[in-house]
C-alpha cells in the first residue's frame, strides 16, 4: 500500500534552501509513485509593480494558489508541497483555506548565516543591489520567522544535501501524522 503525505508548507528566510529541499522532496514522492505538486510560491507572486500596500504580492500568491490548487484536485492531485514564507500566525488559515481547508503541516527550514550569505553570494553574484538586499533580508526575515515560532518543526539544512533534508522532513511530517492518529492502519505504514 502507498503511504499518503500530509500537505506540508517549507517556511524559511531567504536562501534556507526551501526551493532546494521542495524539489528533493518531490523527487522522493515521485519515486514512491506518490501524487503530488510541488509549488514555489515566489513563482505565483512574481508580478511587476506589485501594489503599494501589499510589496511581496501576497494576496495574488494566494489568489493563484487557490486556483493552481483546484486544477490540481480535478487532476487527482492531494498533497501539496509549498515553498515558501509565512510571517504571520493570521497567514496560515489562508494558506489552509487556498489548500481546499487541507491538512497543513509546516516545517522551518534554517541554515547559520555564514551558510545563508554564501548561497546567497552565489544566487545574486551578478546583480550588486539584489544581492545587498538578500542579503539584508535574509537577516531579518530569519529573526522574524524565528520570534514568531509558527512551524511545526524546524530542520537546518547548513551543510546538507537537499536529498538528506528533504528525507528528514518527510520521517517528521509523516511521524507526527501517525502519532496524532494512532488508530491509523498500521498496514498502511511504511518507510518512506
Not at 506540508?8 to 503530488?36: C, D, E, W
Request: aromatic letters at 4%.
Amino acid at each position: 500500500m502507498s503511504r499518503t503525505v500530509e500537505s506540508i508548507f517549507l517556511n524559511g528566510t531567504v536562501g534556507a534552501g526551501k526551493s532546494t529541499v521542495a524539489t528533493a522532496i518531490g523527487q522522493i514522492l515521485s519515486q514512491r509513485a506518490l501524487p503530488h505538486a510541488i509549488i514555489d510560491l515566489d513563482y505565483i507572486r512574481n508580478a511587476w509593480p506589485a501594489p503599494l500596500n501589499d510589496r511581496f504580492n501576497h494576496e495574488l500568491e494566494l489568489s493563484n494558489l487557490t486556483s493552481m490548487v483546484e486544477n490540481f484536485v480535478q487532476a487527482n492531485i492531494e498533497t501539496f508541497i509549498l515553498a515558501g514564507v509565512i510571517e504571520s500566525s493570521s497567514e496560515i488559515p489562508r494558506y489552509r483555506k487556498a489548500l481546499g481547508n487541507r491538512p497543513l503541516t509546516i516545517c522551518r527550514i534554517t541554515a547559520q548565516e555564514d551558510v545563508l550569505r554564501k548561497r546567497l553570494v552565489t544566487r545574486h553574484r551578478n546583480d550588486p543591489d539584489d544581492l545587498a538586499w538578500h542579503l539584508d533580508r535574509t537577516i531579518e526575515l530569519e529573526n522574524i520567522l524565528a520570534q514568531q515560532a509558527l512551524d511545526d518543526f524546524v530542520v537546518d539544512s547548513s551543510d546538507r544535501v537537499a536529498e538528506e533534508v528533504a528525507q528528514e522532513i518527510l520521517e517528521i511530517s509523516l511521524s507526527r501524522r501517525d502519532s496524532s492518529n494512532p488508530a491509523r492502519n498500521l498496514s498502511d505504514t511504511h518507510e518512506i
